[in-house]
Structure formats: structure tokens, C-alpha cells
């Protein structure tokens, strides 16, 4: 582990995105000896985004402490969208552990899809967004053991734990007592809000043209939550046809197979 007072993680949570990342590090924050990154998602080791800001500013999201400190950037396994990573990684924290949360594939590619509805960056409607199934970006974010195999010559399996989000959710104290044990603290850890869930799918709403405009004010904010019906609109599930859910296991299945192989973990409820 780092030197307590070098203010750089012990661990870091790589993805992946729309996995429970954001619920994981709700949880962690609870641990009295886990001290969590002051802003969620950091994306420091991520070129295109906030490597350039330098070392002091991602020092600047950790204190010094006496416990073990931790981030969580999903974006760090969106390979080959952002590359170089692990390199990056390696070279200031090389011992530090990873903790990678996946969940079924499929049902990960949909929340993605309407995470990025919701946001506005995202026009197609789920079939022409899954039209190209070999160069697909949220196809390649659900290629979990792809996205491992990025950071395999830099980091040993055995600094690298994967967790099931369905593990997390239908087990979730007795899921991050493993957590805590490989963190090598105190795993008989337990708190109320063990369960809790953070940033569900279900609950995003999409800004109506009238909500980008008010939104760009900035009293925007504090307007949209005082008349969400008039600057938001409800996200109607996409359907996923037979069909191109068959495409989906097709493409995807040999990573599956890969990833169970490396994990030695059944991922008894996945489609696949």
C-alpha cells in the first residue's frame, strides 16, 4: 500500500460504468477505516479528461489519513474509447488494488444507452444505436474481460477483485465484507444503509428542449427541481427485440466465457 501521507489511493474502483459503481462508493465511505475521493469520479488517469490538471489537483481529493484511501472512475474501462490507462495508473500507484463491478452485459449496454438518452448526447433510438455491433462503443464497455486485459501486464489477478452487481444487491453486507477483506480491513464492518441504492436507471428523466434552455441559466438548477414537470420528461424503456438480443449474446458470449474462466465465477443470472 502507499505511504499514509503521500495522499494517493490504495485502490481504485475502474467500472464499470452502470454497474453500481456509484453505490459501491457510497458504501466504502461508510467504512471507518476507507476514506473515499471527495468527488466521485475523478477520471484523473484518463488523458482526455483530467490528466493534464496534474498530481497536485488529484492529490487535492485525498487527505492526509491513517486509512485507506479510494476512488471510483467507471470511465477507466472504456477501452479503446480511452487507452493508455493502466500505463498511467501503474506509474504512480503500481500497488495499488483494483475492484472492477460488472453485471450482465446486455442489461449493462441498455442502461448506458438510456444514461446517455438522458443526458441529451444520445439520439437513436436503441437499434440504430446497436447497428454496429463490432466497432460499438457500449458494446465494447460490456466486453469485461476485454477490459481487463488491459490492465493484466501492469497489475497481478491477484490485486484485482470482480464483483457481481446482482451479488451486491441480493447479498450486500455479506458482498462487501469480501470487499473489506481484500481491502484488509475490518470485515465484520456494518452499517444501516447497507442497500441503499444510488443513481438508479429507473429514475432519470430527460430535459425537454424548453429544460436546456432554462437549464443553462444559473439559477437553471434550482428551477428544475422546483417545476421538473415542465423542464424534464419521463424516459420511456427502450424495447430490446428478440432478435438483436440474439445478436447481443452472439457478439458477446466468447468475453463471457473468458471472464467466467478468469473469475471462476458462474454468473449464474447473466443471459448467456
Known amino acids: 500500500?502507499?505511504?499514509?501521507?503521500d495522499r494517493l489511493p490504495d485502490f481504485v474502483i475502474i467500472g464499470a460504468m452502470k454497474c453500481g459503481t456509484s453505490s459501491l462508493y457510497h458504501y466504502l465511505k461508510l467504512h471507518p477505516k476507507i476514506q473515499m475521493s471527495t468527488l466521485k469520479e475523478l477520471d484523473f488517469f484518463v488523458k482526455e479528461k483530467t490528466w493534464n490538471?496534474?498530481?497536485?489537483?488529484?492529490?487535492?481529493?485525498?487527505?492526509?489519513?491513517?486509512?485507506?484511501?479510494?476512488?471510483?472512475s467507471p470511465n477507466y474501462t472504456k477501452?479503446?474509447?480511452?487507452?493508455?490507462?493502466?500505463?498511467?495508473?501503474?506509474?504512480?500507484?503500481?500497488?495499488?488494488?483494483?475492484?472492477?463491478?460488472?453485471r450482465d452485459p446486455i442489461q449493462r449496454i441498455?442502461?448506458?444507452?438510456?444514461h446517455n438518452f438522458a443526458a441529451r448526447c444520445e439520439y437513436r433510438d436503441l437499434k440504430e444505436a446497436l447497428a454496429d455491433l463490432d466497432t460499438n462503443h457500449y458494446i465494447h464497455c460490456s466486453r469485461y474481460y476485454m477490459q481487463l486485459e488491459q490492465f493484466f501486464p501492469y497489475y497481478p489477478l491477484s490485486r484485482i477483485l470482480v464483483i457481481d452487481l446482482?451479488?451486491?444487491?441480493?447479498?450486500?453486507?455479506?458482498?462487501?465484507?469480501?470487499?473489506?477483506?481484500?481491502?484488509?480491513?475490518d470485515s465484520t464492518f456494518t452499517h444501516?444503509?447497507?442497500?441503499?441504492?444510488?443513481?438508479?436507471?429507473?429514475?432519470?428523466?430527460?430535459?425537454?428542449?424548453?429544460?436546456v434552455q432554462v437549464t443553462a441559466f444559473p439559477a437553471g438548477g434550482r428551477l428544475r427541481k422546483i417545476i421538473p414537470w415542465l423542464l424534464e420528461q419521463p424516459i420511456k424503456p427502450p424495447v430490446l427485440s428478440e432478435s438483436l438480443r440474439q445478436a447481443l449474446v452472439d457478439v458477446l458470449r466468447g468475453d463471457v466465457e473468458q471472464l467466467r474462466k478468469l473469475t471462476e465465477c458462474s454468473f449464474a443470472a447473466w443471459s448467456f
Request: proline letters at 4%; glycine letters at 6%.
Open 110 to 114: 441498455v442502461s448506458h444507452y438510456i
Open 1 to 5: 500500500m502507499n505511504s499514509r501521507f
Open 166 to 185: 446482482d451479488d451486491l444487491v441480493s447479498d450486500c453486507t455479506g458482498t462487501l465484507h469480501r470487499i473489506f477483506r481484500f481491502l484488509e480491513v
Open 192 to 211: 444501516p444503509e447497507f442497500g441503499n441504492v444510488f443513481h438508479q436507471t429507473s429514475q432519470k428523466r430527460r430535459l425537454t428542449n424548453l429544460g
Open 53 to 72: 490538471r496534474g498530481l497536485d489537483w488529484y492529490k487535492s481529493h485525498f487527505a492526509e489519513s491513517t486509512t485507506l484511501r479510494g476512488e471510483s
Open 79 to 102: 477501452y479503446p474509447a480511452f487507452k493508455g490507462i493502466p500505463e498511467r495508473m501503474y506509474r504512480l500507484i503500481p500497488e495499488a488494488k483494483l475492484i472492477y463491478i460488472v
